[in-house]
């Protein structure tokens, strides 16, 4: 007799979704077993298909509901459950603030290990829609189609411009309206797409590598200006050049619009050449009367509006007087080190990416502020005994390291040097909680703020301001 086959999948039925916990997924449990379950909300009651196995836990989807959350709401976009992007729109924005701060409160406190004063409450997005300032869209001659669309697939052109399906390098979903970024983003990429397709031109097939048209960057200042950076894979010159044109004329709104050829086999572009067509190749955002130069490669923080709240509670927990060293570790384009610049008496800002280093010295320049120097390097390596005796001891460290945390060494450096006060800001409190736990035998934690950059996703900021002892 033949062996029936195994199924693949488990199904699990009749299962309540308990806690929303890391990464923005729910925890449910089956004969004592943890499930971690995605795009559900606590009080959901479900059938899951589980599609990971581990010893300790499990993971799973839904595939059917049996009762709604009483925290749910009706998610705005149609294209909710397969675009990345705003993966929390189900769950109103009094609860997505409820549960950013239970996850830095949950973090700091289970990880960190250290006494800790009450949490300051969330700071809430004023914006909880149209606030990015940055967008990257990539074309594809084969865009993903939803289960309705497969139904009449011949009334569809398959030639998309969107977002990467979660995991998915090869799928881009096809973006109608995007509610993440402000006139007149939507209006400029359905363009570019309908241009694109009336013209023929090819939309670039990431798994044969070949076609034309193969990415598009739109970023929408404060002060206005609007940058627009097209990536080809070919240098066909009157195609580049004939869409060039038509935007120009199209969207007389845009300031600085340009255009890479990337022949690579993948789309970062920070070694190429980015090639300005029409306006400056550059767009300035604005904080308290500062401007910042921002360039094709420059990072600036996407929630500019929300940055500046940021910023401005960093400055507030570093309580400047006008006499201060400031470090700025993590500067970037030195966006904080100029922001403060003018409220201490230097400022030395230390940042691995050499291009935004120097952003950050055109960022002191344009604003004639002459009190900061920046650095290029690794910074377990630039932070060094050489370095503090130099400037000297700093009587006030800002730090805002990348998603992993500091390097061990720079803890180390910064429990030798004793600063007065430490302004960690982080957008990972995992990290920042073990950070806190190795400089908690030289400081002590005074106030802990979390900050909502990112409304709809689980993403969540939080400083924290240590004192030393
Ligand atoms: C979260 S961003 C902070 C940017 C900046 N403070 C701002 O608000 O715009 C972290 C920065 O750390 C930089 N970085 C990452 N690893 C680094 C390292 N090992 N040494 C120095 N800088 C690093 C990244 O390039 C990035 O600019």
């Given at each position: 007799m033949r062996k029936q086959k195994k199924q693949k999948f488990e199904i699990l039925e009749n299962i309540r979704i308990e806690e929303m916990v890391a990464e923005g997924k729910c925890l449910a449990r089956h004969n004592n077993m943890v499930i971690f379950v995605s795009g559900v909300a606590p009080g959901d009651v479900v059938d899951l298909r589980v599609t990971r196995k581990k010893k300790s836990f499990l993971e799973a989807v839904p595939v059917a509901f049996r009762g709604y959350s009483e925290l749910r709401v009706q998610p705005f976009c149609e294209h909710f459950g397969v675009c990345g992007g705003c993966k929390w729109q189900h769950i109103g924005y009094d609860t997505q603030l409820y549960y950013k701060q239970k996850q830095v409160k949950d973090n700091l406190e289970r990880i960190g290990k250290v006494a800790m004063p009450e949490f300051d409450p969330i700071l809430g997005s004023?914006?909880?829609?149209?606030?990015?300032n940055k967008l990257e869209f990539t074309f594809s001659p084969n865009g993903w189609l939803t289960n309705e669309q497969i139904k009449s697939v011949e009334e569809f052109d398959r030639n998309a411009l969107g977002f990467h399906i979660p995991g998915r390098f090869d799928k881009i979903l096809d973006i109608q309206h995007c509610y993440l970024q402000p006139d007149p983003s939507n209006a400029i990429r359905l363009e570019v797409r309908k241009y694109g397709r009336e013209h023929g031109l090819e939309f670039f097939d990431v798994v044969k590598q070949a076609g034309f048209l193969r990415n598009l960057i739109i970023r929408t200042a404060n002060t206005g200006e609007l940058m627009v950076i097209l990536q080809v894979f070919r240098n066909d010159q009157e195609d580049i050049l004939g869409i060039m044109e038509h935007l120009k004329v199209t969207f007389p709104e845009i300031t600085s619009l340009q255009y890479v050829v990337n022949p690579k086999g993948n789309e970062t572009y920070h070694d190429l050449e980015v090639v300005c067509y029409?306006?400056?190749?550059y767009i300035h955002e604005e904080m308290e009367g500062i401007q910042f130069r921002v360039g094709p490669k420059s990072f600036y923080q996407t929630n500019a509006e929300q940055a500046y709240e940021l910023y401005r509670l960093a400055r507030e927990l570093a309580d400047?007087?006008?006499?201060e060293l400031v470090y700025d570790l993590y500067t970037g384009a030195g966006t904080i080190a100029n922001f403060v610049a003018r409220q201490c008496r230097e400022v030395i800002g230390i940042e691995y990416v050499p291009s935004a280093i120097e952003d950050a010295k055109i960022n002191s320049q344009i604003n004639n502020i002459n009190n900061t120097t920046f650095y290029a390097g690794d910074m377990k390596d630039i932070l060094s005994n050489e370095l503090l005796e130099r400037?000297?001891?700093?009587d006030v460290v800002i730090t805002d390291p990348p998603r992993?945390?500091?390097?061990e060494d720079v803890v180390a450096k910064l429990l030798e040097v004793h600063a007065n006060r430490i302004v960690y800001v982080s957008c990972n409190p995992a990290t920042q909680a073990r950070d806190l736990e190795l400089l908690s035998t030289k400081y002590d934690v005074a106030r802990v703020q979390p900050v909502d950059m990112f409304p709809q996703t689980h993403h969540v900021e939080n400083i924290v301001l240590l004192i030393a002892k």
């Open positions: 004023a914006k909880t829609r149209y606030y990015r029409h306006g400056l190749p400047l007087k006008g006499d400037h000297g001891r700093p992993a945390g500091m390097h």
